[in-house]
Structures are given as structure tokens and as C-alpha cells.
């Protein structure tokens, strides 16, 4: 493990370094495969990133080593695994910037995240007549759990709309704030059209009203940094299978004084001082959010994904990813009968396309044979496919240990494709 480290560390790319794809690549045993015959090339990491060898060792340490309960057992294993597991709170503590651990809730992901304000936070201070507003970009996460809570409290949902290009538009947005406005949920970057959202303005304007904000930071996470208290979000979530760790993590970020007045989220082990049958005292922050045993070995892994990135530096991944997208975008734009979907002027790691004549889940299974992992559907964002008349798109979703060799491999395959079928 150590030596791992070490290793990276001496890897770690100067600011002189080019970015060492091939080397980051040996990180990533799943890459090594074939699929179909032909060398697996992942484009998915919108839906899941791969889990890097040093996130694996750390999950699989805790298995073969530590496996035991948290905050329970005065025994050496049930210690040791409770130090990993808040160790890996702190880090991403420092990782996004928090004040404090105490606001960094640990949960399976982003629906997990955006579910639990909606119950902590909504279901207390939000009712009849009052206006929560979402955009027109989000993921079902972040609209199913709003449109659940107007339905119970009678209040309504109101929506920013975008334009052509999947840009929100922000005048829109200044119209829709009034008194009335007791809530805003955004996303920070679209699954669906790689869009990002200028969060700042929208954290800003809705304060003017005293609405709290949450981000939906799912796509950004993965990609660039998180200064919740610089951007002063209210609360912020993200899952870690999108960022390089095990499925069953994620953190929602919550600030302090928040999240004390919340209710709690399930009720259960670790989330009270006492209970009685006549009154449950709940803990202190965090774990009155915790109930029951979380899923350990993963949000270790989480904590080692932000030790992973941390050493082979963010603003690097971050460039290298910015030429990938732009490299991608620029070839597929030069294929006839090829139409990207979301054109907006910043964007972030998806690219959507559709091509004329072809049902995107057809190119799904021909990209498949080829071995190239993409996503072809909806993307659990269905009134973004409804705002540009489709049904699915095909998405490729980019992250640092792709290559460009890989994207002329995607060209060709679309190249395939419209053979096949135009
Ligand atoms: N919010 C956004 C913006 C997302 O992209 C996703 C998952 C979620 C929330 C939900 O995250 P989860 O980890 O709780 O499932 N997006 C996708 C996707 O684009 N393809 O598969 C999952």
C-alpha cells in the first residue's frame, strides 16, 4: 500500500509534465480487459469511473483486516475501523472545503444526498404555497424527490428553463425568485448534455430571498474542485462512484447550523444519545444523519479516491480532460448526419449525440461489439431529452485515463455505425 503510494507520488505529473496517460492507466485494472475481442474502451464514466488499484487495496484491507462495526465496539478492530472510516470523513472534509467534519454526512450517493434534504430539511420548513425551484437540466434525483415533497406539503415546483445550446436561462430564473421561494435544487453539471451551471449566481440570487441552496454536484465532482464555502452553497452532495471509489458512497455537505435544526433522516443505531419508549434524543452531527451501519469498506474507498486524485493532481486530470472533450467535440462535429446535443458554451465531460436515421440504442450495441462503453437512453433526464424532441441520446462521458487514441476509436465506430444503417 505504502509503496503504492510512494510510486504515485514519484509520478506525480510538474507542472512541466504532460499528462501521463499510459502510466495513469496501469492504475486501473479494469481497463486491461477485452471486450468482444477488442480492447475495452470506457466512455461510461458519467454513469461510473473505474476504481483505481490503490482504492481497491484500501476497501480490501478493510475486509481482510479490520471488518468489524463502527462506533460500538471498544475492541481493537471495531477502533481501527472506526478511525479508517472518519479519517475518510475528514478528507472529505478538506476535499470540498467544509468547515468542519460535523457537516459531512456520509450517504450511498447523490439520490441519497438529495433524498435526505428533502426529508430533513423540506419536510419541516416547507408547505402550503411555497415555491421550490429546480431547472430544467437536472437528473430525475433531483426532481422526483422535490416533486414528492409539493405533492405531500402543497407546494410547487417551479423550473429555469434553457435554451437550444442546454444553457439555463438565468433571466428566467431572476423572474422565478419571489417571497414565496423557500427552496432551490440545481445541478452543478447536466448528466445529459455536459452543461454547467453558473451555481454561483444561482446561490447568490436565491439568498437575496433567503431560499438555502443545494447543488447537485454528481458530473462536477469527478472533474474539478469543491469549495462549498467559497461558492456558500447551503448544501452540496455528490456520490462516490463517480469519482473513482465503490458504489454505496457519497457525501451530502450540509451547513452546521442546518442541518442542527433538520430532522433527522431514518431513525435507527448511532443516530441517538438515548432512547426511551416516551422520547429519543438524537446525536450530535453527523451521525444523527447516520443511522444504522453505513456502508464502511466503501466510503474508506471514497476517503482513498480523494487521496488518489489529491496525488496525481486535480488541475492536471482536469486540463487533460478539457483537450479530450474538446478533441471529441471537434471530430464528431465533422461527421455528417452527426448532431451533438448540448452546445452550451461551458461544458464538462459528457458529450451527447444523436445520429440521423439511428435509434441510439442501436448505436449503443454496435459501439458495444466494438468494445466502446457508452451510455444510449434517456439518462434518468427525461424533460431534458422532451426539451430537444428525443427520445435517448448516445452519450460518451470522458475521464483522465481516456486517451485520444480512444475517441478515433469512437469516430470510426460511429463511422460503422452509419454505414450499417444510413
Ligand atoms: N445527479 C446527477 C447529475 C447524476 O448524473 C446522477 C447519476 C445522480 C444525480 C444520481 O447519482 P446516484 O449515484 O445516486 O445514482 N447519473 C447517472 C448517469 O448519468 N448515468 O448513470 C447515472
Keep these: 500500500m505504502a509503496a503504492i503510494v510512494e510510486e504515485l507520488i514519484s509520478i506525480r505529473p510538474k507542472p512541466s509534465d504532460g499528462w501521463n496517460v499510459e502510466r495513469i492507466r496501469k492504475d486501473f485494472p479494469v481497463l486491461r480487459q477485452t471486450v468482444n475481442g477488442k480492447p475495452l474502451v470506457y466512455l461510461d464514466n458519467a454513469a461510473s469511473s473505474q476504481v483505481p488499484v490503490m482504492v481497491i487495496e484500501r476497501g480490501a484491507q478493510y475486509i481482510e483486516q479490520e471488518h468489524s462495526n463502527i462506533h460500538r465496539g471498544v475492541h481493537y478492530l471495531s477502533m481501527r475501523a472506526t478511525t479508517a472510516y472518519e479519517g475518510a470523513r475528514e478528507k472529505v472534509k478538506r476535499f470540498i472545503n467544509a468547515r468542519d467534519v460535523k457537516e459531512c454526512i456520509f450517504v450511498r450517493g447523490a439520490t441519497e444526498g438529495v433524498n435526505l434534504v428533502m426529508h430533513g430539511y423540506g419536510r419541516k420548513f416547507i408547505g402550503e404555497g411555497d415555491e421550490i425551484i429546480i431547472s430544467a437540466l437536472e437528473h430525475h434525483a433531483n426532481i422526483v424527490p422535490w416533486q414528492m415533497l409539493c405533492e405531500e406539503r402543497g407546494a410547487k415546483l417551479r423550473v429555469i428553463p434553457m435554451n437550444d445550446a442546454g444553457e439555463l436561462l438565468m433571466d428566467e430564473y ?198 466502446i462503453a457508452v451510455r444510449a437512453g434517456h439518462h434518468c433526464a427525461q424533460p431534458v431529452m422532451k426539451r430537444f424532441n428525443l427520445p435517448a441520446t448516445a452519450r460518451a462521458s470522458f475521464a483522465f485515463y481516456n486517451t485520444t487514441e480512444e475517441i478515433d476509436q469512437l469516430i470510426n465506430a460511429i463511422e460503422k455505425v452509419i454505414e450499417v444503417f444510413v
Design 174 to 371: 431572476q423572474a422565478l425568485l419571489n417571497e414565496r421561494t423557500k427552496f432551490v435544487a440545481v445541478t452543478h453539471v447536466s448528466n445529459a448534455l455536459g452543461s454547467v451551471v453558473p451555481v454561483r449566481d444561482v446561490i447568490e440570487s436565491a439568498h437575496k430571498y433567503g431560499a438555502p441552496v443545494l447543488i447537485d454536484g454528481a458530473q462536477w465532482a469527478p472533474h474539478a474542485r469543491i469549495d462549498v464555502q467559497d461558492l456558500d452553497c447551503d448544501f452540496y452532495t455528490f456520490s462516490g462512484h463517480k469519482i473513482f471509489a465503490p458504489t454505496g458512497s457519497g457525501v451530502v455537505y450540509g451547513k452546521a447550523d442546518l442541518l442542527e435544526k433538520m430532522n433527522p433522516f431514518q431513525g435507527g443505531g448511532d443516530m441517538i444519545k438515548s432512547v426511551t419508549f416516551e422520547k429519543t434524543i438524537y446525536a450530535d452531527l453527523p451521525n444523527k444523519f447516520e443511522a444504522g451501519t453505513p456502508a464502511i469498506a466503501s466510503q474508506i474507498g471514497l476517503g482513498a479516491a480523494i487521496d488518489y486524485l489529491n496525488i496525481i493532481g486535480r488541475e492536471k486530470a482536469a486540463a487533460y480532460e478539457h483537450q479530450l472533450l474538446s478533441y471529441a467535440t471537434e471530430r464528431i462535429s465533422a461527421l455528417e448526419g452527426v448532431r451533438i446535443i448540448g452546445t452550451a458554451r461551458e461544458k464538462l465531460g459528457v458529450l451527447s449525440f444523436t445520429i440521423d436515421g439511428v435509434h441510439p440504442h442501436d448505436i449503443g450495441t454496435i459501439l458495444d461489439q466494438q468494445g
